[in-house]
Structure formats: C-alpha cells, structure tokens
C-alpha cells in the first residue's frame, strides 16, 4: 500500500508518458499489422506501435515492409511499442532513426540488438545505446549481470534506462556523466554500490542533475555522496530508498519536493548558503523566506516544533518518521501540504493554528496512532484523504470549515462519531468509507451539501449499521449512502428533545399549582 500510495506523487508524468503511445500524426496514418508487429504508416515511413502475440517472446524488427504495393522503410519505435509482458528480445535494423521515450517497457525483456549498419543506435552485450554510446537508453529489466561498468564516454543515462532490473548491485559510471533521468535505476532493489570507494557510494564528479525518481526505491542504497558539482535533485529523486545520511554541497540550486520522502536518513549535513540544516533539519531560506525540506525520518526525537518563520512544508517533508509522536505547526504557515506527514505512524497529537487555513490532500494520511488534533479557528479547507487511515475516535468538524474532501476521514478504524455543526459546508463523496466502528452521524444545521456516495461507509465484506441525526431542512441526496451502510435516521425537531419535555412539564407543573391557589382563595 505505501508503494502504491507514493506511486501517486509521479502518477501525472507517467500519465503524460503513456499519451506518446498514441502517434500524433494518427488521423492522417493508416495503422496495419504484419507477423504479429503493429504499424502506422504516415508519411512514407513505418512505426512500430506494438507487437501481438509472440509465443518466442523474440521480436525482430526489418528493414521495411509492403503497403499497398510499395516497400516502406521502418524507421521509427513508438513510445510503449514494447511494453507487452512475455517480450524476451528485440532485435532493431540498420533503418531505424528515432526511438521515442519509453519504447521498452516490458517487464521479461532480456536483450536488445542492434544491426551494426545502423548509423543512430548500437548495442553492447544486450544494452542500448546511443550510436557514439554517450546515452545508455535502455538496461533491460531481466539482465541477469550484477555488476555494470558504462563506457567511459557516457554522458547521460536516459528516463527509466535499468528500472525494476532486480539482479544490479553494483554500478561503474565515468565522471563524463552529466545527467541521471527519469527513474532511471528506480526499484533496482539489490543495488547497493555506485562507485564504491570501499567505504562510501559516489555520484560521478561531473554529475550535475538527478532527475525525478532517479533513485526511488533502491532501498540497499543506503548512502550516496553527491559531488561538487551537482545542481539539481529532482522532485521524489530518492523516493523510498535506503539513505541514511545526506550531504548537499554548497553547488545544489535545487532541491525537488518529496526528494528525499521516506528515506531513513539519521543525520542531515549541508554546506550550501540556499539549503541550510538547523537542528538536523533541512531548510530551504531564499529572499527572506524559509521552508521547511526534509525532516530526518530515522531520527528519534519524539517533539518537534516548527520554527517561526517557516512559511512552507514541502510535501512529504515529514513522511514515514518512525518515532515523531507531537508536532506543533507555527503561526506563519498557512498550508499544511499534501503527504507533508504521510504515515508518520507514531504520531498522537497535531497541534495546529490559527493561521492555518488549508490542510491538502493526504496530509496526515496512515497516521495510525493520531488521536489528538487541535484545530486553530481558522482552517476552512479539509483536503480528500487528509485524516484517512489515522486512529481518531471522534471528531467535531470546526465552525469555520467550508470544505469537506474526499475520503477526508476514510479508513479510520476507531472512529465513532462525526458532529457537523450549522454551517454552510461541502461535504464531498466517501468522507467514511470504511470507517467500521461508525456509530453516530449528528448535522445540526440545513446548509451542509451532501453528494450521492458522501454517506458510503460499509463495503462488500461489511456492513455497517449508522445512527444518523439531520436537522429537518436538510436536503440528503439519494444514493448517499450505499446498500452496504444502513442509516437509522433521525430528525432534530420531529418529537420534544430531553429538554424540551423538562419545560413542557414545567409549565403544566406551573398551570396546575395556579389553579390549586386559584381554587383555595375561592
């Protein structure tokens, strides 16, 4: 679930990806299919846009083909051409020119060759390269080899070149490297050295960008000396991997969001004049502003209080800190962003201010043990699943909240009650999807603005039984609740609350003892 959830934070670039599958030209191009190989032919020449069934798992690509009684050079592969499972390798002719980001993405490739008359690409020993092997564009994923010594003229390693290969633990790269991609080694679970000195890992000395998701998921990479001449870190570069100290030199002039997210870093050492560490704490301070980067997620400190002054959280600042119980916001932020505390899962208490106005999407999502939140008067947004998964019990929804996410309080298996008080509110779809222990809904006033789906609690394997008090104007929408929640409703004004009997018996008590004086004088 972590993994699919940090997923998400790269989920619109693979989205964009996926859209180069589609060839641009595809309206004016007639798409045709010969031995089991997808073609669009537009312009004179052939693409290949796919493969079908290949019971060999062996694709070998012409020179060209026969359309319409010409011959048709093949000349270039399309983004997810080979995507397809079961693809064991591929072989490319001499006439391929353009080969489109994302082209081999099939999880069992184990080869790929090149014709050595083609003047764009080479292979070596079943890898990808560029013709003047200055790009390694793709390692295959099922490349059983443990160790990789790049050619000494490598200059870039391009998006998703060695990611999900399972077997690397050791990597040789030149100092002529420049640029580290997209995922380029994201989930190589076994690697382990990268220009191993015998005591620490190292990125080339002529290094200057690691791109997004570099480096997600290589959770045996537990240490990475970055160089002197490094500039940039991309957003979730070392999503979920191993390290456990970080340096930044004073040459990086940009730090990503969620760069280090989860990461079970101890200790945090900066010489950069932008990036400063106070108190093992990152910060970014520029132009009289600070934002808080990377809190330390392996540290033990159970307290922590933002500092005054810090305007901004980075997303996933805080996520996956083990020990962090209390964590007191200050009155600059007005923002508590999305994942900033993503499953920090010994967090209790959340104190936060009144300058605070909006809590993002997931922002304390998988805090299991947060039971205590402390609401400032002033927090109007409550952003989709920004309490779910954590172990709250009850909550009274504040006074000045105007928005409701979805699944805002969703998988919260203690929580009992939820009290929206009379309130103009939207309150969205599944804000109590799986919250099991569920046992009492109370909207006091007529202005919160239910969905179809917002009542959705109970799910296939559980079925929950809700007590559920609406003032009479509410208007509830159908289908807000599904056959899996049962609501037992009842209406505030229907029949005499408690107090309201006590003072209809009090006038009858008052009637009656003015009629006995009334009598007795008589």
């Known amino acids: ?50 493969v079908e069934d290949l ?79 200055t790009m390694v564009i793709k390692y295959p994923p099922e490349k059983t080899d443990e160790i990789y010594a790049a050619p000494a003229t490598l200059v870039n390693i391009g998006s998703e070149c060695f990611e999900g290969n399972a077997y690397l633990t050791e990597v040789w790269l030149p100092d002529s490297l420049k640029a580290i991609d997209y995922r380029a080694f994201a989930s190589c679970i076994s690697l382990s050295k990268m220009n191993h000195d015998g005591e620490n890992n190292n990125l080339p000395k002529g290094t200057l960008v690691v791109n997004s998701g570099a480096f997600a998921y290589c959770e045996n990479l537990t240490n990475l000396s970055f160089n002197e001449s490094l500039m940039v870190i991309g957003p979730s570069t070392f999503m979920c991997a191993g390290l456990e100290q970080v340096y930044i030199p004073y040459s990086v002039s940009t730090i990503g969001e969620s760069a280090f997210y989860s990461c079970p870093i101890k200790t945090i050492e900066s010489d950069n004049i932008a990036y400063v560490v106070i108190d093992n704490v990152l910060y970014e301070s520029r132009n009289n502003s600070k934002s808080l980067v990377t809190y330390p997620a392996g540290s033990e400190r159970e307290y922590f209080e933002i500092p005054k002054g810090v305007s901004y959280i980075y997303s996933n600042a805080f996520s996956g800190c083990l020990h962090l119980k209390t964590i007191k916001l200050n009155e600059d932020l007005n923002v508590v962003t999305s994942w900033a505390f993503y499953e920090c899962t010994s967090l209790e208490t959340v104190k936060i201010p009144d300058s605070v106005i909006i809590l993002e999407a997931l922002s304390f999502y998988g805090c299991v043990n947060l039971k205590n939140i402390e609401f400032g008067n002033k927090v109007s947004i409550l952003g989709a699943y920004c309490f779910s998964g954590t172990g709250i019990e009850e909550m009274y929804i504040p006074e000045s909240v105007t928005s409701i996410g979805t699944g805002a309080f969703a998988s919260c298996k203690k929580l009992k009650s939820l009290e929206i008080p009379d309130i103009v509110v939207v309150v969205d779809q599944y804000i109590l999807y799986e919250c ?55 209406i505030i004004g229907d029949r005499p609350y408690p107090y309201e009997n006590l003072i209809g018996a009090a006038v009858c008590i008052a009637i009656l003892v003015g009629i006995i004086l009334v009598v007795r004088e008589v």
Request: proline share 3%; aromatic share 8%; net charge negative.
């Open 1 to 50: 679930m972590k993994k699919f959830i940090a997923a998400l934070l790269l989920a619109s670039i693979f989205v964009m990806s996926l859209q180069f599958v589609q060839t641009s030209d595809a309206d004016e191009g007639v798409y045709i299919t010969i031995d089991d190989i997808n073609y669009l032919i537009y312009d004179g020449t052939a693409t290949v846009t796919g």
């Open 436 to 490: 099991y222990a569920m046992e009492q809904i109370t909207m006091w006033g007529p202005n919160a603005v239910m969905d179809e789906h917002t009542l959705d609690i109970g799910t296939f394997d559980k079925t929950v039984t809700v007590s559920l008090t609406v003032h009479k104007d509410l208007e509830i929408p159908n289908h807000v609740n599904n056959e899996f929640t049962i609501l037992n409703i009842s």
């Open 55 to 133: 019971p060999s798992g062996n694709v070998v690509v012409p020179e060209t083909i026969e359309y319409d009684g010409k011959t048709v050079d093949v000349c270039k592969i399309d983004s997810g051409a080979f995507i397809m499972p079961g693809i064991v390798s591929v072989t490319l002719p001499s006439t391929i020119t353009e080969i489109s980001d994302f082209a081999f993405r099939s999880s069992t490739l184990e080869r790929i060759e090149v014709d050595s008359d083609n003047a764009e690409y080479c292979s070596d020993d079943g890898v990808l390269y560029d013709h003047e092997m």
